[in-house]
Each structure stands twice: as C-alpha cells, then as structure tokens.
C-alpha cells in the first residue's frame, strides 16, 4: 500500500478541488489488489466497479451506490497511482540504503 504522504499528495484533483481522503484511500486499496494479481488495470473500469455497485445496491439500496461514483478507477487513475507507489518503494529503499 501507498505512504500516508503518497496519498496525502494524491488528494488534490485538478486546481485546488479536494477528494476525500476516503475515496483516495478506496481507489489505491482497488489499485493495489488488482496490482498485486496481475490484472491489467482496465478491469476494475470493466468489472470492479460494475460488480461492486450492484453489490451495493443489493445489499444497501441504490441511493448508497451514488457514493461509489466518486470513486475514481479509470486506467488514467490506475496508471498514476502504480507509478505513484513505485515512487513510494523507490524511495523507501532510498531511506533504507542511507541509513545503513
């Protein structure tokens, strides 16, 4: 998973329009599950999401499946945010090399 810093810099969308951290937060747990299986990141626009708002809908009503619109999981968002964590690691390993 991504640093608190990584997402805290991921928080701000285009200009200074604030996400909340929550959604940022859901979309790199999304990203970093699909990562770790090896899917290309086109599945969670494909079949993620649509599954995850019927799911919703199901169990907790429509009117609760609004709240996963926000949550942004385009190949764009996906791409970013691999490169993102592969930052945080690089960096990571940085500290580490430094320190010892």
Not at 1 to 8: A, N, Q, R
Not at 41 to 53: F, H, N, Q, R, W
């Amino acid at each position: 998973m991504p640093s608190k810093t990584s997402i805290k810099n991921s928080i701000l969308s285009s200009g200074k329009e604030y996400i909340e951290t929550s959604v940022v937060k859901a979309s790199y747990t999304d990203t970093y599950k699909v990562t770790m299986q090896k899917k290309c990141d086109t599945i969670t626009e494909k079949l993620v999401m649509p599954c995850a708002k019927e799911m919703v809908a199901k169990v907790s009503g429509q009117d609760q499946v609004t709240k996963l619109n926000i949550v942004s999981l385009s190949n764009n968002t996906i791409r970013m945010q691999v490169d993102d964590m592969a930052d945080d690691i690089l960096a990571q390993v940085i500290d580490e090399v430094n320190s010892s």
